[in-house]
C-alpha cells in the first residue's frame, strides 16, 4: 500500500480497547466515559481485519490502547495473530502499562512476540502514583521482569514531563542501561481535553543536550520503522530515543495507520481523517468491498499533522486512537 506521498504503509497499530486500568494525566481524564461494550468488535473481527490488512502488505502489528492487556481474552487475539508470523506478518508486539505482563509475558513469548514496550515514566513510587493516578509501581517492576525472564526484549517509553520527571532522565538511562532495556523518551502531544498539559510541555532537543553533557551520546542508524529517533549510550550500550513530534515533525517517513476497537481507521494520529471499516466486516465482505475501502483510508492518508502546544490538535483523546 502505497498513499498520495509515496509512504509505503506497512505498519497497523490497533487499539484493542479504549479501557484502561490506569488514569495517566496526560492521557486520560479522570471521569473519563469509555464506549459500551456493544460498540467494540470482537476479538475475531479485529483479528479478520488485521488479516486483511496482511494481506495488503501490512508486516508489523502493534496492539494497544487503551490497556491491550486489560481487554478480557486478549490473549486469544494474540496467539490468533501469531499464527500470521511468518507468513506475511514479520513482526507482532504491543505497547502496555505493564500492570498485567507479571500474568501475560510467558504467553505473549509463546505467541511469537519477540519485543514490547512498556511505558515507566518514573521510577519513584509516589510520583508514579501521582502521574498514573491509579497505578502501582510494585506490580509494572514485576510485569516487568517477567518478561524480561521470558527473553522480552523491553523498550521503555517514558513522557518528559516538565517540573513532574525531568529530574529522572539520568537514573532511567542508569537503570534501563543495567537492565538491558532501551529507553525512548516521548513529547507530550495534545490529544484530547487534559489538565496541566503546557505546563508540562518539554521539548526534547533541550533535554538531548543536557544528556549530552553527562552521557556519550553516538548517532545510530538503528530505526524500529516508528518515529523514533536513536542515539547509542556509550557508557550502557543501551539506546535513547526521541519521540518529538512538536520540535522535530515525523510525519515524512510515516509507515503506519491506526485502528481503534469500534473499527475506524485513522491514518493519522493527529488528524481527523477516518474511514468506517466496520460497516464492510459486519456485511460479511472481508474480501474485495473491505479491501477496496482500506484502499480508500490509505488514498487519503494526510501529509502530516499539526500539532502545536497550547491548541488541541483533535478531541480524542490518545487512548482513542492508540498511542
Ligand atoms: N496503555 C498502554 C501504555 O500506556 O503503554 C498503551 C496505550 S498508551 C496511549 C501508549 C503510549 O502513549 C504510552 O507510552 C503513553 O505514555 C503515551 N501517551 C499517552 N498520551 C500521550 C500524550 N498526550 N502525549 C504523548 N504520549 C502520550
Ligand atoms: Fe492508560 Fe496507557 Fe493512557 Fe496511561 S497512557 S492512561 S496506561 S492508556
Known amino acids: ?155 521503555i517509553n517514558m513522557v518528559a514531563l516538565k517540573g513532574v520527571n525531568d529530574d529522572e532522565f539520568d537514573i532511567m538511562l542508569e537503570w534501563c542501561g543495567r537492565e538491558g532495556f532501551d529507553l525512548c523518551l516521548i513529547e507530550t502531544m495534545p490529544m484530547g481535553e487534559v489538565t496541566h498539559r503546557e505546563e508540562t510541555h518539554l521539548a526534547l532537543s533541550e533535554v538531548r543536550a543536557d544528556l549530552a553533557r553527562r552521557w556519550t551520546l553516538r548517532a545510530s542508524d538503528y530505526a524500529t520503522g516508528g518515529p523514533a529517533r536513536y542515539m547509542e549510550v556509550a557508557e550502557t550500550g543501551q539506546r535513547i530515543g526521541f519521540i518529538t513530534p512538536l520540535s522535530h515533525n515525523f510525519c515524512e517517513s510515516c509507515n503506519r495507520v491506526r485502528l481503534t476497537c469500534t473499527g475506524t481507521l485513522y491514518m493519522c494520529l493527529g488528524q481527523e481523517d477516518a474511514v468506517d471499516l466496520r460497516k464492510s466486516l459486519r456485511a460479511g465482505q472481508d474480501g474485495e468491498a473491505l479491501e477496496a475501502a482500506i484502499r480508500r483510508g490509505i488514498a487519503a492518508k494526510p501529509k502530516g499533522h499539526d500539532f502545536v502546544i497550547g491548541r488541541v490538535a483533535v478531541p480524542r483523546h490518545m487512548s482513542v486512537t492508540g498511542g
Open 1 to 155: 500500500m502505497i498513499d498520495p506521498f509515496g509512504r509505503h504503509i506497512s505498519y497497523l497499530r490497533v487499539s484493542v480497547t479504549d479501557r484502561c486500568d490506569f488514569r495517566c494525566g496526560y492521557c486520560m481524564a479522570e471521569d473519563m466515559s469509555f464506549l459500551p461494550k456493544s460498540d467494540l468488535l470482537s476479538l475475531e473481527e479485529l483479528e479478520r481485519l488485521c488479516a486483511a490488512f496482511i494481506r495488503l502488505g501490512v508486516t508489523k502489528l502493534r496492539l494497544t490502547g487503551g490497556e491491550p492487556l486489560v481487554r478480557r481474552n486478549v490473549m486469544s487475539l494474540i496467539e490468533g495473530l501469531g499464527q500470521y508470523l511468518g507468513n506475511g506478518l514479520e513482526e507482532l508486539t504491543l505497547t502496555t502499562n505493564g500492570s498485567q505482563l507479571a500474568k501475560h509475558a510467558n504467553g505473549l513469548a509463546m505467541a511469537g512476540v519477540r519485543r514490547i514496550n512498556v511505558s515507566l515514566d518514573t521510577l519513584n513510587e509516589a510520583k508514579f502514583s501521582s502521574i498514573t493516578r491509579w497505578g502501582r509501581l510494585s506490580q509494572v517492576l514485576e510485569g516487568i521482569a517477567a518478561a524480561k525472564t521470558e527473553g522480552l526484549a523491553i523498550k
